[in-house]
């Protein structure tokens, strides 16, 4: 039974909705390291090498992460 101030009216759209979907962008951290010899400065730098490896890698994913979601939404 319906009500009497009631009537069938049109269905608001449903709003849409946009999700960062991306990781956020974290600062790069270098590993600290006091070396005593050469040998210890080798190793210093191979460590240092890694750890801008991995911020490099940190900051490609972050940009195709991006480039993919703004893809996305030029496509709808």
Same mark, same amino acid.
């Given at each position: 039974?319906? *009500?009497?101030?009631?009537? @069938?009216?049109?269905?608001?759209? $449903?709003?849409?909705? +946009? $999700?960062?979907?991306?990781?956020?962008?974290?600062?790069?951290?270098? +590993?600290?390291?006091?070396?005593?010899?050469?040998?210890? *400065?080798?190793?210093? *730098?191979?460590?240092?090498?890694?750890?801008? @490896?991995?911020?490099? @890698?940190?900051?490609?994913? +972050?940009?195709?992460?991006? =480039?993919?979601? =703004?893809?996305? $939404? =030029? @496509?709808?």
């Amino acid at each position: 039974m319906p *009500l009497p101030g009631c009537g @069938a009216g049109q269905v608001s759209p $449903v709003p849409q909705l +946009t $999700v960062l979907q991306c990781p956020p962008v974290v600062p790069c951290t270098l +590993t600290a390291i006091a070396p005593k010899t050469n040998g210890d *400065l080798n190793l210093a *730098l191979d460590q240092a090498e890694a750890d801008w @490896a991995m911020c490099a @890698a940190q900051v490609d994913m +972050t940009y195709q992460c991006q =480039k993919k979601a =703004k893809a996305n $939404v =030029k @496509a709808r």
